[in-house]
């Protein structure tokens, strides 16, 4: 994991883009004597209500009678419907601006699913996105490894720096205050799951 944290510090350094609006979308500002760190365990949720603002989607959910609330990327929730999730980042008395609203206490979640195994809730107009297998077909960098040979191998290069060569076929800014970059090689197939590294 740790090697693809670093594969995508270099990625996001190595990217430039310029913004098309001005708009200024509300970021949760991060303050040190706010935040407390999450289990990484799974929760099952059941959803209590939906809010919608700026580019989240803020949930009350009840998990096994204790209520709280959560925020992830806005996403398509039904109240009453049965969510999980893994993680996130809890602080404390955040204010929402679009929301004109303080939470005591909220959770920012970064995956939201709609199955134990993992199948994420899609935000609204999604399907038309969903990044698929392009028609790439980029060598490997030399002393390098493919995007499948990544995957394969992940045991052993844990904690390793790895080179990897391919295309950007997907790219997400300032999304949870992180910027999401896909790229494919042409390595690997959707049915394995092994074609894209994020």
């Not at 107009?125 to 790439?136: C, I, L, S, T, W």
């Not at 040979?149 to 997907?170: F, I, S």
């Amino acid at each position: 994991m740790r090697y693809l944290k670093i594969l995508f510090l270099l990625l996001a350094a190595a990217v430039t883009f310029a913004a098309c609006e001005n708009k200024k979308e509300e970021q949760p500002e991060i303050n040190q004597n706010q935040m407390q760190a999450s289990k990484s365990e799974s929760h099952q949720i059941k959803v209590l209500e939906t809010v919608d603002a700026s580019n989240y989607t803020y949930l009350r959910v009840d998990e096994n009678g204790k209520e709280y609330w959560i925020a992830a990327p806005q996403m398509t929730a039904q109240v009453g419907g049965t969510l999980y999730y893994r993680g996130g980042m809890e602080m404390l008395n955040f204010e929402s601006k679009s929301l004109n609203r303080t939470f005591a206490k909220i959770l920012f979640v970064d995956k939201v699913s709609s199955s134990a195994d993992g199948g994420v809730v899609e935000a609204p107009g999604a399907r038309g996105v969903q990044v698929g297998k392009e028609d790439v077909k980029v060598e490997a960098a030399k002393g390098g490894i493919t995007v499948a040979e990544l995957y394969a191998k992940k045991d052993q290069l844990e904690g390793k720096l790895v080179k990897v060569r391919g295309k950007v076929t997907k790219f997400n800014p300032d999304i949870m205050s992180k910027n999401w970059v896909h790229i494919q090689d042409g390595s690997g197939e959707p049915a394995n799951n092994n074609f894209d590294i994020m």
